[in-house]
């Protein structure tokens, strides 16, 4: 029937779907021809989802600058449109691709962007990813307990919405805090915990994840004298139901952790090679 924007969206739809499979090439064919379609009727939105789409194929492929650029568009597309429900989820998938490439001071800014147009337009999974982004970047060369709050709320709002792998970003980012601070069985918790939920969503650590990832899991390891004691700790946070996980780990917020002061402060310079 020649209905086009149905085509376009099926498209799209069948994208996303070879994007969760991993079949990066596949998607961003899909997406092409999608957003060639939409182009084509005059659908800025779904021109501007297409963009933010390719943006996500791109930065898992771990091309960071090529997917800041993409976002970027998108983002031209939807602050023209007016659309700043859509500009939310768009600027933490900027902020998170600023985040890797290493251009921490736009990832900064573009994060609290983010997080500010989240809380007024009510969304709670883009404000979420915000603060999880937040939180990544004052720990982004060394573990900080000054992420621990955003990283808590960040936790309550991907828990209120339902996304688990957003809560095991959190849980794994809030591990190494806890670890310094003294708290290493629930640091040893939160990342079995957090395995159990990745697994739950079939989606493994990313090579743009691993850093941070053996960093916080290292600081929990070390810890323990006994590396027997840190599995059996990891074990039962496997086991653990994910309410309690989330209480111990709000618990860190009230209950401040020890060495609060970091070793080393923010660094707020941006790195060598930032894409300006």
């Known amino acids: 029937i020649d209905d086009r924007p149905g085509i376009a969206g099926t498209l799209s739809q069948l994208g996303i779907i070879a994007t969760d499979r991993g079949d990066y090439t596949r998607a961003r064919g899909l997406y092409e021809r999608s957003?060639?379609?939409?182009?084509?009727i005059g659908d800025r939105i779904g021109s501007a989802r297409i963009l933010n789409n390719l943006g996500?194929?791109?930065f898992w492929q771990e091309d960071y600058g090529r997917a800041a650029a993409l976002f970027e568009d998108s983002l031209v597309h939807l602050r023209a449109l007016?659309?700043?429900?859509?500009?939310?989820?768009?600027?933490?998938?900027?902020?998170?691709a600023l985040r890797v490439e290493g251009d921490l001071d736009?990832?900064?800014?573009?994060?609290?962007?983010?997080?500010?147009?989240?809380?007024?337009?009510?969304?709670?999974?883009?404000?979420?990813?915000?603060?999880?982004?937040?939180?990544?970047?004052?720990?982004?060369h060394h573990i900080d307990p000054r992420?621990?709050?955003?990283?808590?709320?960040?936790?309550?709002?991907?828990?209120r919405v339902g996304d688990r792998q957003g809560m095991a970003w959190c849980l794994e980012a809030l591990a190494g805090p806890a670890a310094v601070g003294g708290q290493p069985e629930l640091a040893a918790q939160m990342i079995g915990a957090a395995e159990v939920l990745r697994?739950?969503?079939?989606?493994?650590?990313?090579?743009?994840?691993?850093?941070?990832?053996?960093?916080?899991m290292d600081a929990g390891r070390r810890a323990f004298s006994n590396p027997e004691t840190y599995h059996q700790a990891w074990a039962a946070g496997r086991e653990m139901p994910l309410n309690t996980v989330v209480e111990m780990a709000a618990d860190l917020v009230s209950n401040p952790v020890r060495?609060?002061?970091?070793?080393?402060?923010?660094?707020?310079?941006?790195?060598?090679?930032?894409?300006?």
């Open 35 to 40: 957003g060639a379609l939409y182009d084509l």
């Open 106 to 140: 736009r990832a900064m800014a573009v994060a609290r962007e983010g997080l500010q147009i989240s809380h007024e337009v009510g969304d709670k999974r883009s404000a979420a990813t915000a603060l999880f982004i937040l939180g990544s970047l004052l720990q982004h």
């Open 147 to 159: 992420a621990i709050e955003p990283l808590v709320e960040g936790l309550g709002l991907y828990k």
């Open 259 to 276: 060495n609060r002061e970091p070793s080393h402060k923010f660094e707020r310079e941006p790195i060598a090679g930032n894409r300006g």
């Open 199 to 216: 697994e739950q969503v079939g989606v493994p650590l990313k090579p743009a994840e691993l850093p941070a990832y053996r960093r916080h």
């Open 56 to 58: 996500i194929v791109s």
């Open 82 to 96: 007016g659309d700043r429900p859509r500009a939310a989820v768009v600027l933490a998938n900027l902020g998170e």
